[in-house]
């Protein structure tokens, strides 16, 4: 039996190990977490009591089973989170070795200073100097680690700009987190032999600098090409409002021009009825009539964003010379943003007509066909090319104005992932064809 002090120094230093970095963990995300608040908390309170009672078995049972109860946390742990947050499986993992690095961190500094004040009770394990150390640790540097996470870090992982980036970034904490391990597993002195020498915390902590140095570095990256993609989607809104402008500033011309030539032609028509001269009153209202400007508006789809974009483009493809088809039926009311359906229309027609530029004037056409089918918006957009497309390692097409991915294609991309639709391209022949699915609500 534990004596009570014991029980008391286990149990602090248990929930001193765990429930700060899980708070953390859970931040980032806590707007995407699957269960309800209620249900979480009663997880974690669960997750917490393994937490406590591992750490008795790990003082009561033999030694050697400490490495299988410290896996088995692990395990569950990882488990937990995993099923608790809907984000990507890249941005979890990224989340959870960083974190893991900091741990590991915070760990050998708290032995080490232990090992400094007070040798003696440094050799033995859960005592309450290393809790206290630990706690003067965490509070140093876990606070600026979480306003880092509030500020900077949440806003990138909170984005779904850019996911496929997520599939490898996690290995940059994963590659610190194995160098540390190699470093400790590769040395002939035991673990604690290690953390009570202050070389190896001093390695430590120059391994998580330059660790978190790249950390920020990918924050800042996601963050600036969160803010390209919001500009060139504006762009698409300021386009689109323009366009709107137009339209009706034109209507307002023809209005107002018909308003001021009305009178005269009242007049002269007044005078042939006057003189009764019929036939030359038949033949001026006929020429009056053939004067007027044509009022039906060209109409490719019932939508009238769409149709909007897609009479702007066929002017734009008109202007390089490139043949413009259209088979779009997108009905006037649809369940999508005004911005989302310009965005995916706007991006990809662009793309396509910049192809066609490159290309001698007799090959430039671009084909859009749109249909919308039980809730299902569907739309291809074909186009010739000329050379050969450029994609990175991931199959993901370059752009050919800047370096990295093209925006227009990764934003198309997202607006597909963001109605649970899908988003392919393939190029056969000469011809880039793009097709997009869109699940629209009810």
């Not at 940059?172 to 290690?194: K, V």
């Not at 002017?315 to 989302?340: C, M, R, W, Y």
Request: charged share 15%; proline share 3%.
């Amino acid at each position: 039996m534990l004596p009570l002090y014991r029980v008391i120094e286990i149990t602090f230093y248990a929930l001193l190990n765990f429930l700060p970095y899980m708070m953390l963990a859970l931040y980032p995300f806590r707007n995407r977490l699957r269960f309800s608040r209620p249900v979480t908390i009663f997880l974690i309170a669960v997750l917490t009591l393994l937490q406590v009672t591992s750490g008795f078995l790990a003082v009561l049972l033999p030694h050697e089973t400490v490495g299988i109860l410290s896996a088995l946390n692990t395990a569950a742990y990882f488990i937990f989170y995993l099923i608790s947050v809907k984000a990507h499986f890249g941005k979890i993992l990224f989340t959870l070795l960083m974190l893991s690095n900091i741990s590991n961190l915070i760990v050998v500094l708290s032995k080490c200073m232990e090992g400094i004040l007070a040798p003696r009770l440094a050799i033995q394990s859960y005592r309450w100097s290393y809790s206290a150390v630990m706690f003067v640790v965490q509070l140093v540097i876990l606070i600026p680690l979480y306003l880092y996470t509030r500020h900077f870090f949440t806003q990138a992982v909170e984005k779904d700009t850019h996911l496929s980036a997520w599939k490898y970034l996690w290995l940059i904490p994963a590659t610190f987190y194995l160098l540390w391990f190699y470093h400790l597993y590769a040395n002939t002195q035991s673990a604690l032999e290690i953390a009570l020498q202050p070389k190896h915390a001093i390695f430590l902590l120059c391994i998580n600098l330059g660790a978190f140095l790249i950390y920020h570095i990918v924050v800042c990256l996601i963050s600036e090409y969160d803010k390209n993609t919001v500009l060139k989607n504006q762009n698409h809104q300021l386009t689109l409002q323009k366009l709107q402008y137009e339209n009706l500033r034109d209507k307002i011309l023809e209005t107002r021009r018909a308003k001021h030539d009305i009178r005269h032609h009242i007049a002269v028509m007044a005078g042939y009825l006057q003189d009764k001269k019929y036939d030359e009153l038949e033949t001026y209202l006929a020429g009056y009539q053939n004067s007027f400007p044509d009022n039906s508006s060209v109409i490719l789809c019932k939508n009238y964003t769409a149709n909007l974009l897609l009479l702007y483009f066929s002017e734009q493809a008109k202007k390089h010379g490139i043949s413009f088809s259209v088979l779009a039926d997108i009905p006037e009311k649809i369940n999508i943003t005004e911005n989302d359906l310009s965005v995916l229309l706007g991006n990809l027609i662009e793309n396509a007509i910049d192809a066609c530029q490159n290309l001698p004037e007799d090959q430039r056409r671009i084909i859009i066909r749109a249909k919308l089918e039980d809730h299902a918006l569907v739309l291809t957009i074909d186009n010739p090319y000329a050379g050969e497309p450029k994609q990175n390692k991931n199959g993901e097409y370059l752009s050919s104005k800047h370096a990295g991915t093209g925006l227009g294609i990764e934003s198309a991309r997202q607006i597909a992932l963001h109605y649970n639709g899908t988003f392919l391209i393939e190029q056969k022949n000469g011809m880039f064809f793009v097709s997009v699915l869109l699940n629209l609500p009810d």
